[in-house]
């Protein structure tokens, strides 16, 4: 009964901490995002400030994603790394970020939307 009793402490403990994982990295996202919901050129030229430390994602510059087929290249790399079953590693607040990052990446706010018409 007692072994019991300290397996259900346990799991209660994880399941506060991973609910506080959750609780920073959604304020950071958050954070990140707000402002540039439909700006995939923004969301990208940023996208170093909310990734994990180790992730390998290297800062683009805003005037690398002028055209849009580098957006597109950039766009699709950043899904590739951000994505919840390309994350891994022990890195919980990685794998919440990758989650986050790759869902406001996707929400509306596709690299369809930075094609600039073609004038006739």
């Known amino acids: 009964m007692a072994r019991l009793r300290e397996a259900n402490a346990a ?3 994880e399941d506060d901490e991973k609910l506080a994982l959750v609780d920073k990295v959604d304020a950071r996202i958050a954070a990140w995002r707000d402002g540039k ?9 940023s996208l170093d400030q ?4 180790d992730s390998g994602w290297t800062k683009v510059n805003m005037a690398d994603l002028v055209v ?3 957006v597109k290249v950039v766009y699709m790399k950043a899904i590739a790394k951000t994505h919840p079953d390309k994350v891994s590693g022990g890195d919980r607040e990685g794998e919440g ?4 990052c790759e869902d406001a990446d996707n929400d509306g706010c596709s690299w369809h939307k930075t094609r600039v018409p073609r004038s006739n």
């Open 50 to 53: 909310v990734l994990w430390h």
């Open 68 to 70: 849009a087929s580098r």
């Open 37 to 45: 919901t439909e700006n995939l050129r923004a969301l990208l030229g």
């Open 11 to 13: 799991a209660a403990r």
């Open 97 to 100: 970020e990758g989650w986050y």
